[in-house]
């Protein structure tokens, strides 16, 4: 625990050895949040060391904003430890405020829903992969070396040129040259093969399709990390036997960059949850309503949640897998739909819920998903169904919501992953830049014309659920949460050795972007 702030005898000093302790732990000082520390009468040393103190256990960004001052000042005086910080230390408080005073603002940023009109043929999953490798390109693009990447085509045509005698001095210079460097291309990942001490992928840039191999170690571990059907940028030396034996110098994946994340300029919260399945038998319909109560309650928090997003399987549905008959209470998936509704529609009415399907929902099961808003008549006003995926801002936050079917592919196919550590399958999404990038294994893809499942816009807050296991991490600038659900353990888990973590509920301070969570199972 924190204790009082003293008062400073002298504040420039104090200001001054402040900024000094910042820039030696390699963090910078927003100007606002500065000017904010010069002009308060407590110390400023004690305050940037408390709050780098903080950001290290949480792995925040390395840069002090003003709702980080005003944290560490307001915990000094008052502390409730009724909720558990995610990461083990405070859950701080900033104050009361009714819920009148705190902002609710949001907007719907993408809900693919309206813009789903899937075709019928080969020819449109062509347009989808085409879209995919045009969409990541542009990202790709804004990396400076971009303008090396060439076309394979390109590459192919000029290092399979037949060097005859009538080859012109000139000409035999320019192959020379191009020879001793490296070139950039950049393409889908087709295909990989591992033999003993060589990794050979194939790149397809829609121009065609090149070999490209490698004997590094570290590359090789690199590739091993790559899902099939991602976009790369690879960096290889040129080819010296009729455009054969191309080698990997480097690769790199489109990736989030690091950048400062939006943050609200209110003390709100968004709570984040996902897989009630209700009309299982396992269904924890007390630890569920425990905390529809909660968020009714004069809870000091609870009064300042103004967001609720749902990531997807409200109901546990019928034929989802073998012998599903044997695990629910209700057979009709309608009742079981409507039976959730009524659960969820006594949350409070200031609270804005945004609900997203999954796979044991109704509705296509095929990504993208539309939205659920079809299978009810009427909704109260704070409520909004939107399809898999959407992206939402709350308070200038902007939140990528996914249900997460495409966590089971990378799992299964990615080396040292596993169903226990959802967050490492997250980051491979967000390095990839694409919600579901391998194509043909259990996550169904629809062969829309666009591909709606690149990561175009960078998430403040990366929400998924799907595996029945919580897990919070930053990754550079994004928090990623996947937050677990509110079924116990099943026998199909059983068998799996899958433990869930369920009852739980994942909150967020939109203001500090800090995640805690509070637990509903006692």
């Known amino acids: 625990m924190f204790p009082a702030l003293s008062k400073s005898l002298d504040v420039k000093k104090d200001v001054s050895g402040a900024l000094t302790y910042a820039i030696g732990r390699g963090y910078q000082i927003h100007p606002d949040a500065f000017a904010l520390l010069k ?46 910080l995610v990461y083990g230390s405070e859950y701080h408080h900033t104050g009361r405020s ?84 490296t070139i950039l291309v950049a393409g889908l990942l087709m295909s990989r093969k591992q033999t003993k001490k060589v990794m050979e992928i194939v790149i397809d840039d829609m121009s065609g399709a090149l070999s490209v191999r490698t004997a590094d170690d570290d590359l090789r571990e690199q590739v091993s990390k790559l899902v099939l059907d991602q976009m790369i940028m690879v960096e290889i030396s040129s080819g010296r036997k009729g455009g054969q034996n191309f080698m990997i110098k480097g690769i790199t994946s489109p990736d989030i960059p690091d950048r400062v994340p939006n943050r609200s ?4 919260y968004v709570v984040l949850i996902s897989d009630l399945h209700v009309g299982s038998k396992y269904f924890m ?13 004069d809870d000091e928090v609870a009064r300042k949640v103004k967001f609720l997003c749902i990531a997807g ?37 200031s609270i804005q819920v945004f609900i997203i399907p999954g796979n044991h929902d109704m509705g296509r099961r095929a990504l993208p998903q539309v939205s659920l808003s079809g299978f009810i008549d009427t909704s109260p006003n704070n409520f909004h169904m939107l399809g898999n995926p959407s ?47 391998l194509y043909g294994y259990r996550t169904p893809i629809a062969p829309e014309k666009e591909d709606m499942l690149v990561i175009n816009d960078v ?28 079924q116990s353990q099943t ?26 969570r509070k637990d509903f199972t006692s």
């Open 39 to 84: 002009s308060l009468k407590f110390n400023a040393y004690d305050i940037v060391k408390k709050i780098i103190d903080n950001k290290t256990k949480l792995s925040d960004i390395h840069c002090i904003f003003t709702t980080d001052i005003k944290v560490v000042i307001s915990s000094s005086q008052k502390l409730d430890g009724d909720t558990e």
């Open 98 to 181: 009714d819920n009148n005073e705190i902002a609710n603002k949001y907007e719907v940023l993408f809900d693919p829903s309206s813009e789903l009109n899937s075709a019928i043929d080969e020819h449109d999953y062509i347009k989808l992969f085409q879209s995919r490798y045009n969409k990541l390109l542009k990202i790709l693009g804004m990396r400076p070396e971009s303008n090396r990447i060439r076309k394979i085509h390109s590459i192919k045509h000029e290092y399979n040129k037949k060097r005859t005698v009538s080859m012109s001095v000139h000409e035999s210079d320019i192959i020379r040259s191009r020879e001793s460097q």
């Open 265 to 268: 300029v209110s003390d709100s």
């Open 285 to 297: 319909q007390t630890e569920f309503m425990r905390f529809v109560s909660w968020l009714s309650s």
């Open 313 to 349: 399987d409200i109901i546990d549905g019928i034929g989802i897998f073998p012998n599903q008959d044997k695990e629910v209470n209700e057979f009709d998936s309608k009742k079981q739909f409507l039976y959730a509704m009524n659960l969820l529609y006594q949350i409070p009415k």
């Open 391 to 437: 992206l939402i801002e709350l308070n200038g936050v902007k939140l990528l919501m996914f249900h997460g079917q495409s966590l089971d592919d990378i799992i299964a196919t990615v080396p040292g992953l596993s169903y226990s550590n959802p967050i490492d399958a997250m980051k491979i999404l967000l390095k990839a830049r694409h919600l579901s990038p």
């Open 459 to 486: 998430p403040d807050i990366f929400h998924v659920g799907h595996v029945h296991i919580i897990g919070v991490e930053r990754y550079k600038s994004t928090l990623l949460v996947n937050s677990g659900a509110w």
């Open 491 to 516: 026998s199909y888990q059983q068998t799996m050795g899958i433990i869930p973590t369920p009852g739980i509920a994942i909150l967020i301070n939109l203001s500090t972007l800090r995640p805690f």
